[in-house]
Each structure stands twice: as C-alpha cells, then as structure tokens.
C-alpha cells in the first residue's frame, strides 16, 4: 500500500479550506502518564476517608472528549465538589490557563484544583503567572490540603504543589 506525501496531503486539506496537523507519540511503555498517575494518587492519600475520589471524569457535555483528571465529592457541611487537572511539568502557562478556564466554563459546578508536581522548573513557573491565576485559582497549597484532610469544602479553587 502507498501512503500519500506531506506536500499531497497539504495541498488536499488547503483545497479543503483545512490546515494539516500531524502528531507524533512515542513508542515503548504504553503508560505514559506513570508521572501523572503518581501525583494523583499522592493528592488521594492526603483525602479524608469520607470523600468520593474518581479519576478521568469526562466534561457533562455530549461528544466532548475532554476529562478532570479527577473529582472528589463530599457532604460537609453541603454536598460540594471539587474538579482537579494535574500537570506534572509546566510547559506553555498561556495554553494550561486558558485551557483550565474553558474547561471550568463547560464544567463550572464545584472547585477546581490545579495539581502540579513540586519541582524547582514548576515552582518557578508558578511564581510568573500565580498573579493572573490568583483570580481563578485563590486558594494556596496549604488551605486545600488542610480543608480535603478534614473531609471538608475547600469553599474556593486553588493550586495544590506536591
């Protein structure tokens, strides 16, 4: 079977009034989110054992592929939830705040937790955009961690480092 060149399919998809988008992913351990995974389970084990813990919660809206990475829910003193994105290395901050604000726009009932593993390279990310995160995301490590312990609303959004 011959596949089609690039300068081909480039040329097909302008015709088509489309952009051709290619990506690539690496071969070897299907599990690439190893990293990930191990920051989730360390937010888990900071839960009080009330607490409802779920991972890859799609957003409520049909055909969108898009998923938290988590949900905890409690009952205390109200039902509440809380809707956690966890990200391992901060990379482009631009495209990881406007993702996060679309996202709470589609799926805007309960908190959102922003999970980020506590490195130097993350740290000090952070410390250029908490300012324009401090409106969607008020809340510092520390009170999520204390209010989530306690099996209780943390009663805003914030970011968790650890």
Known sequence: MEFPDLEFLGAYCAVLGLELSLRTYPAGDPIR?????????????????????????????????????????????????????????LADLQALERRLTLKHRDDPAGHLILLISDTRANRAGLRSVREGLGELLPLRTREVLAAIAEGRDPAASGIVIL
């Open 33 to 89: 989110d190893r990293a990930q995974l191990a920051l989730l389970e360390r937010l888990r084990g900071r839960l009080h054992p009330s607490l409802r813990w779920r991972t890859e919660v799609p957003l409520p809206i049909e055909r969108d592929l898009r998923a938290w990475d988590a949900d905890i829910r409690g009952t205390v003193p109200a039902p509440w939830r809380a809707r956690v994105e966890a990200e391992t290395k």
